[in-house]
């Protein structure tokens, strides 16, 4: 079965950094375009960032310049690598994967950015 796994999230200061990972297992992987969303507390889930399965990768707007999104496909993980951040990038982190048309979604890791 499809399992997401997210790792890395934690407390940190504004302008610090942090790296989540999502360790993906039960489907083929290097096939698949994956997706990091966030939540904050009363917003909906946006989209942060998505990467193909060739590598091309988007970063929305809002964190664009301080997110990188990356692919292993040897390890099956893909990370979000996280700079400069501000309280408002205090949310719940979620891995995510469509497969036809079923979502996949990770547990999430927590950020919370304060000082």
């Known amino acids: 079965q499809v399992q997401l796994v997210e790792s890395g999230g934690g407390w940190v200061q504004p302008g610090g950094s942090l790296r989540l990972s999502c360790a993906a297992s039960?489907?083929?992987?290097?096939?698949?375009?994956m997706n990091w969303f966030r939540q904050a507390p009363g917003k909906q889930r946006e989209l942060v960032a998505f990467i193909l399965s060739g590598g091309y990768s988007h970063i929305e707007e809002s964190v664009k310049g301080r997110f990188t999104i990356s692919r292993d496909n040897a390890k099956n993980t893909v990370d979000l690598e996280m700079n400069r951040l501000t309280p408002e990038d205090t949310a719940a982190y979620y891995c995510n994967v469509k497969i036809l048309s079923d979502n996949y979604w990770g547990q999430g890791t927590q950020v919370t950015v304060s000082s």
């Open positions: 039960g489907f083929a992987f290097e096939r698949y375009g």
